[in-house]
């Protein structure tokens, strides 16, 4: 750095030479001095940046730290008392044993995870598909759609957030937390996102099968630019980002009838058998495919949480079990 009480850069009489090397030499010293009169600006913002921060808490106010810790506790207490949520896949005839380690016969509660249409994207595939869970951004709770195989017909819309509130979705931080999936601010979203299914699928849940989970195409845009959760914060996106599950809960009956005519038609979880082999083990079977018949060949019966015909895996049940000591 150059002497900045000084009048000029390079001193000089009247007469003097002014040579090449004084010339270079002066350059030199302009630019180094443009650097570091940049370099203390840069400083002093951040020194201001800091004085600001004296009231906060790791770059919190004293009312998001509160919110912070408070969301944290709700995130470990369906952990620590008695509680437990679990995604099943059951099959026809095949007993799905779930080690819940509470230490007691548990209350068990079924719920029908319904299909429901959303528009997802793999590897920059675009498609239209039924899904039992998935994950997207608020941008997007409506997409407009036209399929590559069509690509003269007109687009369509497709709501991820019904009209109606409210929406059917949890934060994807909360879905984090609950499943213990460890992260940083310089963990890329493919990865952890990776990392949350396979916590999500691991045991007592059931493995799904991989269209029955699915993202929306915000995720690929995000994964393609290696997008980290530092930049998601940043940008204002992380709370944002939403996990979706439609669990109902039905009153164990599958016809509805009106005038001797079928109007709709609900897949209950009403042939389910649950038994408790230990303080620790339960198990569920389904007994009995569910009655389908209506919806394969009359297409105006199908009711909410059905897919298409060509979707429906007539052996199988996707439900949620809670269990509560």
Partial sequence: ??????????????????????????????????????????????????????????????????????????????????????????????????????????????????????????????????????????SESKIRFRPEETPNQPAVSVEIDPPEPPPYRIPFARMLELFNVEYDDNMSLGDLENDFWKAFFSAPNDQFDDDQFCHSPWFDRCCRENRTVRHLKQRKDWDDIWFVVRPRKTINFHTQMNNDNVIGITWAPNKISVVHFDFNTLGLMLLEAPDLPDVLTNPTSVGEGFPPPDAIKADHLKVMALLKV
């Avoid at 002014?18 to 951040?46: R, Y």
């Avoid at 044993?97 to 509660?109: I, M, N, R, S």
């Fill in 1 to 138: 750095m150059t002497d900045q009480t000084a009048p000029y850069y390079i001193q000089r009489k009247s007469g003097d030479p002014w040579t090449v090397e004084d010339f270079h030499d002066l350059q030199k010293m302009i630019k180094d001095d443009i650097h570091t009169s940049i370099d203390t600006a840069i400083d002093e913002l951040e020194q201001v940046d800091k004085a600001g921060d004296a009231d906060k808490f790791g770059g919190k106010t004293p009312e998001e730290y509160t919110k912070a810790i408070i969301d944290r506790i709700m995130a470990e207490l369906p952990k620590r008392t008695g509680y437990m949520m679990v995604f099943k896949d059951l099959k026809v005839g095949e007993p799905s044993v779930v080690e819940h380690q509470l230490g007691a016969f548990p209350l068990t509660d079924l719920y029908q995870l319904a299909y429901f249409r959303v528009i997802a994207s793999e590897d920059e595939h675009v498609y239209e598909t039924f899904t039992n869970f998935y994950l997207y951004h608020s």
